[in-house]
């Protein structure tokens, strides 16, 4: 493959106020090349309306924290987001986090790190944004929203909408080192 010139944009902060630029980055690096599948983390929706506007006509998957997140039953997605959303023509995605599941228990129980957690870790030594886009990869790939032998956008943030975008093949999570990130359209600048 020929060298390709891109740029990677490096935000001076992280959270909410770079969803817009993000979102734009990202649309105009899918349209380069010509990648039609997109993945967004939206917690209560805002995120997902937005690149559910954005994005129209594309396979969008927004993808919310699980249900029980934050508390037994609770889903943090507000119905009104919801229904924006599907408005839209985007699925949405709710169940397990690749990097949690049953470690999340073992780990609230005995208060030790499972492996999850240290391949959360790890990535988040590149930012939490990071950490994001390759778990929510996963978990559509393992829902089957997205193929595993075609290029991807994954759309991610930091606390707070959104400020990660990243190209990326996705894997199954059972095959996670098979994953590749393969451009990194922007991130927040670590200090």
């Not at 010139?5 to 001076?12: D, H, L, Q, R």
């Not at 930091?158 to 199954?172: L, Q, R």
């Amino acid at each position: 493959m020929p060298e390709v010139a891109t740029g990677t944009t490096y935000f001076g902060g992280k959270g909410a106020e770079f969803t817009e630029r993000t979102l734009e980055l990202a649309k105009r690096r899918a349209e380069e090349l010509g990648i039609r599948s997109v993945v967004v983390a939206s917690t209560r929706g805002d995120t997902g309306i937005k690149a559910a506007e954005l994005f129209e006509g594309y396979n969008l998957i927004v993808v919310t924290h699980c249900t029980g997140f934050q508390a037994p039953d609770a889903q943090e997605l507000l119905p009104e987001n919801r229904r924006a959303i599907e408005g839209k023509g985007a699925k949405i995605l709710t169940m397990t986090h690749a990097f949690a599941g049953v470690s999340r228990a073992v780990r609230r129980k005995w208060d030790t790190a499972q492996l999850g957690d240290i391949i959360a870790g790890v990535l988040r030594i590149f930012g939490e944004g990071m950490k994001v886009v390759v778990e929510i990869a996963l978990m559509a790939a393992d829902a089957g929203l997205i193929r595993t032998d075609e290029e991807i956008v994954a759309i991610a943030g930091s606390g707070g909408g959104a400020d990660t975008a990243v190209v990326i093949k996705p894997a199954n999570a059972q095959d996670l080192f098979d994953l590749r990130v393969s451009e990194i359209i922007c991130k927040p600048r670590q200090p």
